[in-house]
């Protein structure tokens, strides 16, 4: 069992910066893969980025050269630097981990962008 926080969201004005992270607790030793969703009022969660435990990542079209993702898994942690923000970044952002089969979801974080 994981168990997954979030936290860095809040409110930032467009063409801003915000780093989000997500801490593990529990069998975090066994985490393969942590990765970023959000989900926007309305529409359907969306793949944000990815961070393998051997060091790979993969990011979304959203999130290409705006986004960085980071962390280290063996010790459960990943965040999400985000640069030039715009207003459709705006959504609750989640934390998603991989153990094996098994996937674990955060609370999520609100992000909210200002024109």
């Known amino acids: 069992q994981v168990h997954l926080v979030e936290s860095g969201g809040g409110l930032v004005q467009a063409g801003g910066s915000l780093t989000l992270s997500c801490a593990a607790s529990?069998?975090?030793?066994?985490?393969?893969?942590m990765a970023w969703y959000r989900q926007a009022p309305g529409k359907q969660r969306e793949f944000v980025a990815t961070l393998t435990s051997a060091g790979n990542t993969g990011y979304g079209a959203s999130a290409k050269g705006r986004f960085t993702i980071s962390g280290d898994l063996a010790r459960g942690t990943v965040n999400l630097e985000m640069n030039s923000l715009k207003p459709e970044d705006t959504a609750v952002y989640y934390c998603k981990a991989h153990l094996g089969l098994q996937q674990y979801w955060g609370q999520g974080t609100q992000v909210t962008v200002s024109s």
């Open positions: 529990g069998n975090m030793f066994s985490i393969n893969t």
